[in-house]
């Protein structure tokens, strides 16, 4: 997979994905990703790319033309027969998650679009972006971090890229479930066991703790979750039970 990323801070975004498990696929030749400065197609000669808004208001916008031929310079070397989506990165796109995670780990080609100060011109992004992305509902000082954390949870989807492929099968949100605690060496720290099953070696019966594990932790911390998981009629009563239980304590607490 190729990733590109048209930003003014080249080096805060390659800074932060050059390392650990993303570093490791871009120098085995799994991944690569190019951050591409927008300011390199300034067209005046003080290499400014923003200006007041018309009409008035706070701070300043990217220009249109900069970020125009930055992206007519990233799709000159691009071999791919159809363009690649460009996704641009705002508080007021489709909010990420890990399902589109792994539908664009599918892609072979990927272009983000990186705004500062408050935003780009409206045309160029009529013109190139496909997709408009949130990380969350916050407002950030740039797309910047909201690309990091895409590419890295992209990145970790594409095959090869995670050692162990299972570790990306088994995890939070797979299933709408979070993922069940795990434990290491040594047996027993701060007076806390590992719990016994663990120890067990039978393989069955660690699976169905886990997963109960998973269902409990999700109704604690993310019910909203449980109502798009495919859950057995049990786990839905254990769910449910730790749901009422947590309702019932809020309540307790109301009282006093
Ligand atoms: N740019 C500023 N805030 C953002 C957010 N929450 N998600 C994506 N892009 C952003």
């Known amino acids: 997979m190729n990733i590109h990323i048209m930003t003014l801070f080249p080096d805060m975004v390659m800074g932060g994905l050059n390392t650990s498990i993303i570093g490791r696929a871009m120098d085995k030749g799994i991944l ?14 003080h290499q400014s790319v923003d200006d007041y808004p018309y009409g008035g208001g706070a701070g300043m916008l990217m220009q249109a033309e900069p970020v125009y ?6 799709l000159e070397r691009i071999e791919a027969d159809k363009k690649p989506r460009v996704l641009y990165m705002s508080p007021q796109g489709k909010t990420f998650s890990q399902k ?15 705004g500062h100060y408050e935003g780009i011109d409206e045309r160029v992004l009529e013109e190139i972006v496909t997709d408009y ?16 954390v895409m590419v890295d949870a992209v990145s970790r989807m594409v095959p090869g890229v995670l050692h162990n492929d299972v570790s990306a ?12 605690p795990q434990y290491s060496r040594p047996e027993v720290w701060h007076e806390k066991r590992v ?13 169905k703790w886990r997963r109960e594990q998973s269902v ?15 859950l057995t009629e049990k786990e839905r009563e254990l769910a449910e039970a730790y749901v009422k239980n947590s309702l019932q304590s809020l309540s307790e607490c109301d009282k006093i």
């Open 32 to 45: 690569s990703i190019e951050a591409v400065n927008i300011r390199d197609y300034a067209y005046n000669k």
């Open 69 to 74: 031929q930055c992206y007519r310079a990233v």
């Open 100 to 114: 589109m995670a792994g539908e664009l780990a599918e892609e072979e080609e990927l272009i983000f679009l990186c």
């Open 133 to 148: 992305v949130s990380i969350g509902d916050y407002v950030l000082t740039g797309g910047e971090l909201p690309a990091m």
């Open 169 to 180: 099968e088994f995890e939070s949100f797979q299933d709408n479930l979070l993922e069940y």
């Open 195 to 207: 719990p016994k099953i663990l120890l067990s070696g039978h393989h069955a019966n660690i699976e």
């Open 216 to 230: 409990i932790r999700t109704a604690e911390a993310r019910p909203d979750l449980l109502e798009r998981a495919e």
